[in-house]
């Protein structure tokens, strides 16, 4: 059967392009993964947890419009034609983020003042 795999950033980046017409004799989600591991090995490790128990991470898998994990999770069976998107768990940040002492987290070296916005407040609201 022929599918339509859509990959986002990373995984994007691995298989060299966004969506792929992928054949296939998966019958299920995790069999299609363990495929798509072994076809693009940057992927390889990076969709299945390593004990086979489940998704790697947070990693999000979509059959058609609805997150694997609200269908049959890695047993969800395949058809001919789904739309399988696989979206990897991305964190961002500056790794200079401070924990400040009054709990607060600031990622600037200088403290944000609001005062320009405060003075420039117009009196009919806007």
């Known amino acids: 059967m022929q599918l339509e795999c859509v990959f986002f950033g990373p995984f ?11 054949e296939t004799d998966a019958e299920t989600v995790g069999d299609l993964l363990v495929e798509l591991e072994m076809t693009y090995p940057t992927l390889e ?11 790697a991470g947070e990693t999000v898998v979509t059959k058609d419009t609805k997150h694997v994990t609200q269908l049959d999770g890695l047993e969800t069976p395949l058809a001919e034609g789904n739309v399988i998107r696989l979206v990897p768990s991305v964190y961002g940040g500056s790794t200079r983020t401070k924990h400040r002492a009054d709990g607060n987290y600031a990622a600037n070296r200088r403290q944000l003042s609001s005062e320009p916005t405060a003075t420039t407040q117009r009196t009919d609201g806007s």
């Open 45 to 55: 490790g990076r969709l299945l947890a390593d004990d086979g128990s489940g998704l």
């Open 12 to 22: 994007r980046d691995d298989v060299g392009r966004k969506t792929v017409r992928y």
